[in-house]
């Protein structure tokens, strides 16, 4: 079937090093990724997203690359601080052409040592 | 800009009990979204309506899951009767239309514990 999922459940890092996220997604056909950020007692937030015709865009602080080859997404986060501690998910739309139907991963937790 | 509105935060009810849940979308998204999100998991997409209309439904246990959205804006999810396995949060989204790249954005959700 298909499937979205994550390389790691957790995932701790030292404030002011970088964080890398990876996730792997089982639909090549999908067109259009997104990661989101959670945060305990919140609805998911949206940070990033990126269309199959490219293989990276950045933000502020964030990077998402896409290596459709291996069917592979990372959300690089630089200069990682205390308030990027939360759950992130990635989702990918699994029904391209058609209306939105965002299927997600089951999210690895991010913990940043002060 | 105002965010998703879902009430209530938190709802506890006995197994064979009813319970509904209410969303306000953000002012003139046309599409709206119920997820449920077992602790532990990504949200999973119950049902997806644009304006009034269901554009799908295919996840939504219609034996026991309703939801509506008469007016084309608010939107209310309900369970009759509730099973142990329906605790979950359930997250409303909602995006200015259907296309893939309409960005979907959450309210806080709905947090049930069935007994």
């Known amino acids: 079937g298909e499937s979205v999922g994550l390389h790691l459940p957790t995932l701790s890092v030292q404030e002011g090093d970088n964080s890398i996220i990876n996730c792997a997604y089982s639909n090549s056909a999908s067109d259009y990724f997104i990661w989101y950020k959670q945060e305990s007692g919140k609805g998911p937030q949206f940070i990033i997203d990126?269309?199959?015709?490219?293989d990276k865009r950045q933000g502020q602080r964030v990077t998402v690359l896409l290596n459709k080859t291996v069917k592979h997404l990372s959300l690089q986060i630089a200069a990682t601080q205390p308030g990027d501690s939360a759950v992130y998910f990635c989702a990918e739309n699994s029904n391209p052409g058609a209306n939105s139907k965002l299927t997600f991963g089951k999210g690895i937790t991010l913990s940043v040592r002060p | 800009e105002a965010g998703v509105a879902q009430s209530p935060r938190y709802k506890i009810i006995e197994k064979r009990q009813s319970v509904a849940f209410w969303c306000n979308p953000i002012?003139?998204?046309?599409?709206l979204y119920w997820y449920q999100q077992i602790l532990g998991q990504g949200p999973k997409l119950l049902i997806q309506?644009?304006?009034?209309?269901?554009?799908?439904d295919s996840q939504l246990p219609k034996d026991r899951f309703s939801a509506e959205r008469l007016k084309g804006v608010d939107s209310t999810l309900k369970i009759q009767p509730a099973k142990l396995e329906d605790s979950a949060v359930y997250l409303c989204a909602s995006s200015l239309g259907v296309r893939n790249t309409d960005t979907q954005y959450f309210g806080p959700g709905t947090r049930l514990t069935v007994l």
């Open positions: 309506f644009q304006n009034n209309g269901v554009v799908d």
């Open positions: 990126i269309r199959s015709n490219m």
């Open positions: 002012s003139g998204h046309a599409t």
